[in-house]
């Protein structure tokens, strides 16, 4: 048999994969399903075209992502208004997370006893490249009050919790996020700056707990503090939010005490370092 009809030999271990180097990364498809479903999460009950326009995908391929999520449960259909919203599947993941979270375990009965005893809504919350995203809530009996669903999900530097968050992190952890995070202004109040929010990080550290004073929402405030992981890395963090008139100068330190030492209590019951 001449060298050019001689079959290769076969090599040996496992065979190489089908999908070459430069695609191993992602799979379109799966791609585009998991976005289509964040966008239904944190949508107010989107159309087929309002999710196609969003993302860019067209709207046969659209239909058929949310078909084939609907086929398990991970979205609904409201045929009466042509809406899509998430289905009670996602919501069981969302559980699995819940339930396999000691941090927001834990974090359940320090929340029940924040807002009893400063008489604000308590919150929970895990950073999320560049936002924190509400795990948990207490809500206060006062009939104004603060309210995050949970799954809410609000920028960092615009959040009492976020900002504790951010000023527990290395320097160089930091840095990250900071230069893939838009400063949006929000309010008159927002560190919409990185010189103004590396001013208030400073502050933060040196008290130990943060002040949100209306950054996000006109008339509201929150205090927090960051939980920290084994490794001494924050990893959530715990709040009390409320009107800005119930949050005045004279209260302010106590409520600090409070939230920084449920932070602190957390870190240690959930297997965690605080640094230094």
Same mark, same amino acid.
């Given at each position: 048999?001449?060298?050019?009809?001689?079959?290769?030999?076969?090599?040996?271990?496992?065979?190489?994969?089908?999908?070459?180097?430069?695609?191993?990364?992602?799979?379109?498809?799966?791609?585009?399903?998991?976005?289509?479903?964040?966008?239904?999460?944190?949508?107010?009950?989107?159309?087929?075209?309002?999710?196609?326009?969003?993302?860019?995908?067209?709207?046969?391929?659209?239909?058929?992502?949310?078909?084939?999520?609907?086929?398990?449960?991970?979205?609904?259909?409201?045929?009466?208004?042509?809406?899509?919203?998430?289905?009670?599947?996602?919501?069981?993941?969302?559980? &699995?997370? !819940? /339930?396999?979270?000691?941090? #927001?375990?834990?974090?359940?009965?320090?929340?029940?006893?924040?807002? @009893? +005893?400063? %008489?604000?809504?308590?919150?929970?919350?895990?950073?999320?490249?560049?936002?924190?995203?509400?795990?948990?809530?207490?809500?206060?009996?006062?009939?104004?009050?603060?309210?995050?669903?949970?799954?809410?999900?609000?920028?960092?530097?615009?959040?009492?919790?976020?900002?504790?968050?951010?000023?527990?992190?290395?320097?160089?952890?930091?840095?990250?996020?900071?230069?893939?995070?838009?400063?949006?202004?929000?309010?008159?109040?927002?560190?919409?700056?990185?010189? &103004?929010? !590396? /001013?208030?990080?400073?502050? #933060?550290?040196?008290?130990?707990?943060?002040?949100?004073?209306?950054? @996000? +929402?006109? %008339?509201?405030?929150?205090?927090g503090a960051a939980i920290y992981d084994a490794g001494?890395?924050?990893?959530?963090?715990?709040?009390?939010?409320?009107?800005?008139?119930?949050?005045?100068?004279?209260?302010?330190?106590?409520?600090?005490?409070?939230?920084?030492?449920?932070?602190?209590?957390?870190?240690?019951?959930?297997?965690?370092?605080?640094?230094?």
């Open positions: 048999m001449s060298s050019e009809t001689r079959p290769e030999k076969r090599g040996r271990g496992r065979p190489k994969s089908q999908f070459k180097e430069s695609s191993a990364g992602t799979l379109q498809a799966l791609d585009r399903a998991l976005s289509v479903l964040v966008h239904v999460s944190r949508g107010d009950s989107p159309t087929l075209s309002d999710l196609s326009r969003e993302l860019d995908v067209p709207t046969a391929t659209t239909h058929r992502i949310l078909t084939t999520l609907q086929n398990h449960g991970f979205v609904s259909f409201d045929e009466a208004r042509q809406e899509w919203r998430i289905g009670v599947e996602a919501y069981r993941t969302g559980a &699995a997370f !819940l /339930r396999g979270n000691s941090v #927001i375990e834990i974090g359940q009965s320090f929340m029940r006893k924040l807002m @009893r +005893h400063t %008489g604000e809504t308590a919150n929970l919350a895990v950073p999320d490249a560049g936002h924190v995203v509400f795990v948990g809530q207490v809500e206060a009996a006062n009939p104004i009050r603060a309210f995050f669903p949970p799954g809410t999900r609000t920028s960092m530097h615009a959040s009492g919790t976020g900002k504790a968050i951010l000023a527990a992190m290395s320097d160089a952890a930091l840095d990250r996020v900071l230069s893939s995070m838009p400063l949006e202004g929000y309010t008159p109040q927002t560190r919409a700056s990185r010189d &103004a929010l !590396l /001013r208030d990080l400073d502050e #933060i550290r040196a008290r130990g707990w943060s002040h949100d004073h209306e950054e @996000r +929402h006109a %008339g509201m405030s929150c205090i001494g890395v924050p990893h959530a963090g715990i709040s009390v939010s409320g009107p800005s008139t119930r949050f005045s100068p004279d209260r302010l330190q106590d409520l600090g005490a409070e939230v920084a030492q449920a932070a602190r209590e957390i870190t240690q019951l959930s297997g965690g370092q605080m640094p230094g």
